[in-house]
């Protein structure tokens, strides 16, 4: 019993063998056969590759493909508002409508292939000191996948920052497009009037925190001059309902508020804030920029289809006769 199972393994590793020799000897056949279509097509092959070569700096130069990106920050609830413009400009390209975009600026409107705008998914900045924005995403934790709570397209709009993303076949500049785009998203009487009681509410606030710590800053005054009166060889008590460190207190916080609140005035300026913008950013991916090597290339499978298709064809041909 014992030969016959040594006898089928040396049968099965000499089936082995003889397959992998006859799969090494097909791929040095296969090898041969490419050496002799280069050697008896080397100046075919050579044209095609030139031509190719050509066509694709050419097709390469023509289709340049440039992305630019404009973070913004919209004010004042405008996030949908901003939302609806963009996906109407898109609409607006899409269809080719070059006196839309002439009428709100765009200068080479034939130019501008796709615009989107997208959320900077910034849980942390979005939560924040709020208390209410914390158990909103602690509550919809519970109920699902956090990943997907926080790049949900409803939550996401809540974010502060969001990417305008919009891409040209040529060089672009602030003039071209960008400037037009901003101009055409702050074109709201709602969020201008909007903007300007905010405005008017928050230079009210600091004029009011102005007023306090100026107040502050007597009774300081006055508690000063009160310990500088007194004499020095007695020790004074004061009594703490006073409540000097309250007051103190307060001053600090009205002091930080102030400062938050002259940020607050650099950033609504505008309905829609842009904060940077990056331009001509050439895109590569695809076939972009990649002509010059994928049309040789293509040629040459073309011809290596042709020739085998001819070669099959004639051996039918020789058949049928």
Do not use: C
């Not at 201008?192 to 007023?211: F, G, H, I, P, R």
């Amino acid at each position: 019993m014992s030969s016959n199972s040594s006898a089928d393994q040396e049968i099965d590793l000499g089936q082995v063998s003889r397959k992998i020799g006859k799969t090494y000897n097909s791929f040095l056949n296969w090898i041969f056969r490419g050496i002799l279509f280069v050697k008896r097509n080397l100046i075919l092959i050579v044209i095609l590759f030139v031509i190719g070569a050509a066509l694709g700096f050419y097709l390469d130069k023509k289709s340049n493909s440039y992305d630019h990106q404009i973070i913004v920050n919209p004010n004042f609830g405008s996030t949908d508002y901003v939302y609806a413009k963009i996906d109407l400009l898109q609409s607006k390209i899409k269809e080719n409508d070059t006196v839309f975009l002439k009428g709100i600026g765009i200068q080479d409107t034939k130019k501008i292939k796709t615009i989107k705008i997208e959320p900077i998914v910034d849980v942390y900045r979005f939560i924040g000191n709020s208390t209410e924005n914390f158990d909103m995403i602690k509550l919809l934790a519970e109920n699902g996948n956090i990943d997907k709570i926080v790049e949900n397209k409803v939550t996401s709009k809540n974010y502060p920052y969001h990417t305008i993303s919009f891409s040209t076949s040529k060089l672009s500049s602030n003039e071209k497009t960008v400037n037009p785009i901003l101009n055409f998203l702050n074109d709201s009487d709602f969020y201008q009037a909007v903007q300007k009681e905010y405005v008017n509410n928050v230079n009210e606030k600091m004029k009011a925190n102005d007023s306090i710590i100026s107040q502050i800053d007597a009774l300081m005054n006055q508690f000063k001059n009160r310990i500088s009166g007194s004499q020095s060889d007695k020790l004074v008590y004061y009594n703490e309902n006073t409540q000097l460190n309250d007051v103190i207190q307060t001053k600090d916080k009205l002091v930080r508020e102030q400062g938050l609140l002259r940020i607050d005035l650099v950033s609504i300026d505008k309905i829609v804030k842009a904060n940077s913008s990056i331009l001509n950013n050439k895109n590569t991916e695809g076939a972009n920029g990649k002509m010059k090597l994928i049309l040789p290339i293509f040629f040459i499978l073309l011809l290596m289809i042709f020739t085998r298709f001819k070669r099959f064809y004639l051996n039918q041909l020789t058949k049928t006769v």
